[in-house]
């Protein structure tokens, strides 16, 4: 029987921070022979039992995708993953009990790093794999940030400015006490609004009297934000505020300030490149996109009017050392002035270069894409798919699959804020000649791409092949 190349599994989860990268990364793969499934992560969860053996591309090791794991490896296909949130952790040891599961890590036969940085954080895991491959590749999401696909997002840089003018950006990561269902924040909701002792979603791994106070602190410095938007429009007249939620994020409490502010507008569409591109300076508090606006050459701002060195590892973090710091309302005021003003530009620094040596790779040279793709070739993947399991264990998890598909439809249909809605504010409907469109410019920048197709696999699930 003719050797198979194994189908590369790409599920997304919050598509206007990942769908662009991970097109790109599922173009090259393609390219390469490597059938492609990419698309929502739920949707594609519903459907990886029907998907030929192959290599899923988590993007994540929590104790969350305990089960998942372990249904895909019955399944016979095998994974590989990234951190997604490994530029911006808190302590190693805090760091390991919310994002690393031993029982998750096992499953994994691959790991791609963002940098060097990651992998010396990976190696301090005391449940670390013997002999586990990281290979530091960088991330797709980095590629995004390089000069030769940042005209990817021209047009859409273009329309922002055309459409708002100049304007200031607020991006914004309060999930854990401002979650878009109540369930994904550090606590669950009680039914008298009393606090909750019940740890939510963003609490798993953490014990109730560090999540407490973590609770408090993030609870504060929302309410620093909340006060700063109207303060900033005031004190800026000529200058629109766009605030940015996290994807994650309840966009209520935002819409009710912005009522009353009328240059204030609250969106969180499309990718965040093109926003700070087209953006005078961006505000933050530990958040990526910190890091995100120093690689593009736009002036950031970490606001930490609330700091407590305990719980605000994020201090200490990338994003924050990579921004001008401002502690104040007047100092963060007299700053923008600055930056506005053409005064000050984005903060750089040797120190800050090294760092960023340090934390991310692949920023010249081969795409992180192209890296990653070379480690699938070099495994074998290329060329076969993972061997067959036994029937019967195949079988449990073909039943497990559609078990836990199920029970998800099941929540997505809850009455209250449900899985539904959640997912369709993380992945609203896209189509094939979105995607289409979207190969198109990446294939104008690298001139290739020419021959990927694009195809309907499941809703929300397409197919990309070559």
Known sequence: MKNQASTLIIPVENQVRELDAKILLSCIAAERGFPVIMGSRAFTHFHVASVPR?????????????????????????????????????????????????????????????????????????????????????????????????????????????LYGDFILINTNFTEVNPYIPNVGLFLPSKDNSPSARLG????????????????????????????IPMLEQAFPEFTIIVRPHPSESYQIYHQIAAKCPRVVITNQGNVIPWLLAAKAMIHNGCTTGLEAYVLGVPAISYLATLNKYYDYDFQGLPTKLSYQCFDFQELAETLSRIVTGELGVAESQDRQDLMDYYLAARDGPLACERIVDILEASGYGKKQPPAKPLGTYLQGWLFTKLKASLTSLYMRRPGPNRLAYHNHRFPEISVEEIEQKITRFGELLKRFDKIKVEPYAKHVFRISA
């Open 201 to 228: 979603q963003a609490g798993i791994g953490m014990s109730k009297e560090f999540a407490e106070g973590l609770r408090d602190h993030k609870q504060a410095i929302l309410e620093d934000f909340k006060q700063l």
């Open 54 to 162: 192959g290599i899923y591309l988590a993007k994540s090791m929590r104790s969350l995708s305990n089960l998942m794991f372990k249904i895909l490896r019955q399944l016979g296909h095998e994974i590989v993953a990234w951190e997604e949130e490994a530029l911006v952790h808190p302590p190693s040891d805090t760091y390991f009990s919310l994002r690393l599961s031993p029982e998750t890590i096992k499953n994994v036969s691959h790991v791609f790093a963002w940098g060097q940085e990651n992998v010396d954080l990976l190696h301090q895991y005391p449940a670390l794999p013997e002999n586990m491959p990281i290979h530091v590749t960088g991330n797709p999401r980095g590629d995004m940030l390089r000069s030769e696909i940042r005209p990817y997002f021209d047009t859409e840089v273009e329309r922002l400015r055309s």
